[in-house]
């Protein structure tokens, strides 16, 4: 008898085996799992940075930069309150102070371990040229009179009203045309450093999905959804530490909201 079940014990040792092979893991309710496993999705959290010294000034900032304002400080603090649960598995913004500032004031209520701070310089603001440092309204004036525009005289006024006349790739390609000494970035060449920055992100998360915090500057994020989701954008304001959120999975951005402004907007 202990001969016969010594025969039969490879026999069966073999049949569990192949069982194991054919049927795969299965999870606590019994399913069979899949081997390939689930492509996993990453909520991307797209922030502007906080309020500056340059913004109170209706100063062109672009590749300039200047200190976030006491009120800037607050509103990434702000963020960081209303997004402190969330455990970010990466966090980039560009070498620009302002926006590395506000990531790491929002990482910093946060309760989970955070990770270090990527800086890439395809979220830096658009490169205003000899325009930067000086009024907004200096530049926005000169491409007014370049298109021989009736334009209202006050600063914010005038602002919207380009925005009513041109497209973002016009307005950006008209500065460009206007500036003195030819240094402005064009359109094309804000797409083509922007087009390159979120594919080199989802590159390095993509394997781990999660939730990612990028931290960059008004002007480019409309550039960035147009470049991960053509049409997409509207023109919705993106103002100081508002949010836009996407999603990415299996090479698909969904936007699921652009320049949320409720986590500053508490009174």
């Not at 966090?91 to 500032?101: E, H, I, M, V």
């Not at 490169?127 to 440092?133: D, T």
Request: aromatic share 6%.
């Amino acid at each position: 008898m202990k001969k016969k079940l010594l025969w039969l014990l490879p026999i069966a040792a073999i049949l569990l085996t192949a069982c194991g092979a054919s049927g795969g893991e299965t999870d606590e309710s019994g399913t069979a799992a899949s081997n390939s496993g689930e492509a996993k999705e990453t909520t991307i959290y797209l922030v502007r940075h906080g309020k500056t010294w340059f913004n109170t000034q209706n100063q062109v900032q672009g590749y300039s930069d200047s200190l976030l304002t006491e009120e800037g400080e607050k509103q990434a603090k702000l963020v960081g309150e209303g997004m402190k649960d969330i455990e970010f598995t990466a966090a980039y913004s560009s070498d620009l102070g302002r926006q590395r500032n506000t990531a790491k004031l929002i990482l910093e209520q946060n309760k989970n371990d955070v990770p270090q701070i990527t800086e890439n310089i395809g979220f830096r603001e658009k490169n205003f040229g000899s325009f930067e440092g000086l009024s907004n309204d200096d530049m926005n004036i000169a491409v007014a009179k370049a298109l021989n525009l009736d334009y209202p005289e006050g600063s914010d006024e005038l602002w919207d009203f380009l925005k009513e006349q041109l497209t973002e790739e016009e307005l950006a390609n008209k500065v460009a045309e206007v500036d003195p000494t030819q240094t402005a970035e064009t359109y094309d060449e804000m797409h083509q450093r922007v087009s390159k920055v979120m594919p080199e992100v989802m590159k390095e998360v993509d394997a781990q999905g999660g939730n990612v915090l990028i931290v960059s500057s008004g002007g480019i994020i409309p550039i960035i959804l147009e470049s991960i989701a053509p049409g997409e954008y509207q023109g919705e304001k993106i103002a100081n530490c508002s949010v836009t959120t996407l999603t990415y999975k299996e090479g698909k951005y969904t936007i699921e909201s652009i320049g949320d402004t409720s986590y500053v907007d508490q009174d």
